[in-house]
């Protein structure tokens, strides 16, 4: 397969300092709730995908690297501290929400279950709406200023300040 037929993926951390490209095929995309990944993402599980075969290439910066045990190597945006990367022997996954299209790698199995939170799969029956659905958030999110990188590459970094 040529180089211009396969997929090609982007991504980064949340302030942009950090950015990734990946290109070819995905491999096996999953949730791990061991309790080593609910620290590392400071989440309920966390969310990975095995680049298995692809070619990934850091486009601005690379993460620096926290050594979680004897086998994972968990990397992270040096600036704003993004979870980015989970490495073991069988190699490297990507956190899916780091990816700027997380939405087209839905994930397919789970692992460590048996430090699953006992209320996460009742999540999706709590009650919930948009943010504007509460009337008194209207106002605080009409003043915010978003200084998140967008899901996008962008020609610089740190981008110049709007305010």
Known sequence: ?????KPIYTGGCQC?????????????ASICHCRMCQK???????????????KLTWTRAEPKFFQSSSFAKRGFCPECGTPLTFGDPHG??????????PEEIPPTVQWGIEAKLPYVDDIPSLPGGVTEDDPASVPFIASMVNHQHPDHDTATWPPEDIS
């Open 1 to 5: 397969m040529s180089l211009d037929n």
């Open 16 to 28: 942009g300092a950090v950015r990734f490209r990946v290109e070819g095929v995905l491999g096996d």
């Open 40 to 54: 590392a993402s400071g989440n309920f599980y966390q969310p990975l995908v095995s680049i298995a075969g692809a």
């Open 92 to 101: 490297i996954a990507l956190a899916i929400a780091a990816f700027d299209h």
